[in-house]
C-alpha cells in the first residue's frame, strides 16, 4: 500500500486497485483558438493543469496504473443532448454548431479531441460522456469494477463542474478520489478555489485533495 500526504488526511491506494482519471482534456477547452476561448475565457488558466499531468500520466503509465480518460461530447446527430442543454446560456453558437475546431462538442471533431501533449495511448479506455459527470449514461463504473478498482487520482477540466460532478458521482458509488490541484483547472481562480475546498470539507465529504509530485514521488 502506498500513501501521498493529502487534505484532508493521508491518502492510502494500491497501484493494481486505482485507476488515473483524466476528466475532459480536450482541445475545444485548452487550446488556443477553441471554443472555450470564443467565448471569452482565458485559457492559460487551464493550459497550467498541462505539465503536471503529462509527469502523472508518465509515472502512472510506467507503474502499470490503469489510464482512464473522458471527453464531453454528443452523437453527430445529437440524439443525446437534453433541448435544455442546448439552449443553455442562450449563447449565439452553441452545441452542434460550427465552431472553431468543427461542430461543438460533437464527437469526431477536432475540438473534441484530447490534446496531443496527454493523448491516450493503446489499451487506456477512453469514455464519450453526454453530461458533465463521467458516469452519467457511461460505462465507466463497468470499466472500473471489472479491473478491481477502487480508488479514482482525479485529473482535468474544469474543477468546479466536470471534475466535481464526477468526483461526486464517485462518491455515491463508493470510490475513494483524490483530487490533485496543480491536475485540475477552472477559468475562474475564485471557482477553483471553491470547488477544491468543498470536495475535502468536513473531513473529506467528497475525496482528498492533495499535488501529483506527491504522487508521482510514491509511484517512483
Known sequence: MLSVDADPYTFDFDV???ALVIIDMQRDFLEPGGFGEALGNDVSLLRGTIEP???LLAAARAAGMLVVHTREGHRPDLGDL???KKRRG????TIGDPGPMGRILVRGEV???IIPELAPIDGEPIIDKPGKGAFHATD???VL???GVGKLIVCGVTTEVCVNTTVREANDRGFDCLVLEDCVGSYFPEFQEMGLRMIKAQGGIFGWVARSPAVVAVLS
Not at 442562450?90 to 453558437?93: D, E, G, S
Request: glycine share 10%.
Open 16 to 18: 493494481p486497485g486505482t
Open 53 to 55: 499531468t503529462r509527469t
Open 82 to 84: 437534453p433541448p435544455a
Open 90 to 93: 442562450r449563447f449565439p453558437v
Open 111 to 113: 475540438g473534441h479531441d
Open 140 to 142: 465507466l463504473d463497468s
Open 145 to 147: 469494477r471489472n479491473r
